[in-house]
């Protein structure tokens, strides 16, 4: 059995830091590509919401439209029945 020295135990710690720092510099990359996506995914909600008050405006624009076209064809058919001069 091999004997379990100063050396051969600094040598794994040392190798047991590399890999530490190896796993900090990932979890480091992990957080940053973490909040870009949560800021990319803000930006989208934010477009999401400007095409929903977009749709709001066209929507309200289009009731009014059809309320017009209501009224006048309501006076078309009006104007029928009058007499005419």
Do not use: W
């Not at 091999?2 to 830091?17: A, R």
């Not at 530490?20 to 510099?25: E, G, L, P």
């Not at 989208?44 to 059809?66: P, T």
């Amino acid at each position: 059995m091999t004997e379990i020295n100063g050396e051969l135990m600094y040598e794994l710690l040392k190798k047991l830091h590399q890999r530490f720092d190896k796993v900090d510099i990932a979890i480091s990359e992990l957080r940053a590509d973490h909040m870009t996506l949560r800021g990319q995914l803000h930006v989208l909600q934010g477009d999401v919401n400007n095409v929903r008050v977009s749709i709001g405006h066209i929507e309200s624009r289009l009731d009014r439209i059809e309320n017009r076209l209501e009224l006048r064809e309501f006076q078309e058919a009006q104007a029928r029945f009058e007499p005419q001069p």
